[in-house]
């Protein structure tokens, strides 16, 4: 057999590559295929867990752990090709074209398939372009969003949800739900009425003093609607900045794709600079 020695910086690129591929060029195939397929138990498992338990310290708990899990990869995979650095014989899959051959089925295949699993069945990750959901949402705030089982559970009132714009499909909004199937809703001078009581909103903010009247818009007024039972009716919290169901009617909860949950990022964008408190905030 040809004797080929490994080397370091080639291990170190393939595992940057593909997880577990340093450890095949260096000899070790059946570790490697367990590095390989144990980075998306990985991933699946802190997905499940910032899933479940939406906090500060999860995010950083499951991020700490994705990137100590490749640092011993990493580590292993150099420790490995050194020993063999001396003397390697060659083995049938120490073939380059088998190493290209698994970058691209992972690139271009298996990536793809998890991560749209993820995407439809688990979470999303969203960027807020806009201020309608001021204070709770912030332009600039990146959030993650509860997939395909959260909406099993049906719609609650107060949940934040990602569903495509009535009047534009090709765009997804993100409102509040405000009333659900059966209630009925009324707005008079700015107060909402759901079922004849007024509703506490904590949340909302006012920045136009004006109250328009309800022949003029349905901003400010809106006579009692009944919401349908296949429908939900959302508000943005920055109330006199929001294009919403005051507007262009009732969103159908088939439609609906994601239920907002946490902020993971939050960049300042006028200010240049990351908004520290907000990253781990849970939405409510």
Not at 65 to 90: E, H, N, T, W
């Amino acid at each position: 057999m040809e004797n080929k020695p490994r080397k370091i910086w080639i291990a170190a690129l393939l595992t940057f590559l593909t997880i577990g591929l340093g450890h095949i060029y260096s000899g070790k195939l059946k570790k490697g295929s367990f590095f390989y397929l144990g980075q998306y138990l990985v991933l699946v498992l802190c997905m499940t867990v910032v899933y479940l338990l939406p906090s500060f310290i999860t995010l950083i708990g499951a991020l700490l752990f994705g990137s100590a899990y490749f640092l011993y990869c990493l580590i292993d995979a150099i420790r490995i090709a050194q020993k063999a650095r001396p003397v390697y014989q060659i083995k049938s899959f120490n073939r380059w074209y088998l190493y290209l051959g698994i970058v691209i089925c992972t690139s271009l295949v298996i990536q793809p398939i998890i991560s749209n699993s993820i995407k439809e069945y688990m979470i999303q990750a969203y960027k807020i372009p806009a201020g309608s959901l001021k204070p709770t949402l912030l332009v600039g705030d990146q959030i993650l969003c509860k997939k395909g089982l959260a909406l099993k559970n049906g719609l609650q009132k107060g949940e934040m949800i990602i569903f495509p714009y009535p009047e534009d499909p090709s765009k997804e909004y993100i409102k509040r739900v405000i009333a659900v199937g059966g209630d009925e809703i009324e707005i008079k001078n700015k107060k909402v009425f759901i079922n004849r009581d007024q509703i506490e909103e904590p949340y909302v903010i006012h920045l136009d003093s004006r109250i328009l009247p309800g022949n003029l818009s349905t901003r400010d007024n809106l006579r009692t609607v009944e919401v349908p039972e296949d429908s939900v009716f959302v508000m943005g919290d920055n109330r006199d900045n929001s294009h919403d169901s005051r507007f262009w009617g009732f969103v159908k909860k088939p439609s609906v794709t994601g239920k907002a949950f946490i902020i993971y990022w939050s960049w300042d964008r006028e200010n240049s600079k990351i908004r520290w408190d907000r990253i781990g905030k849970t939405i409510n």
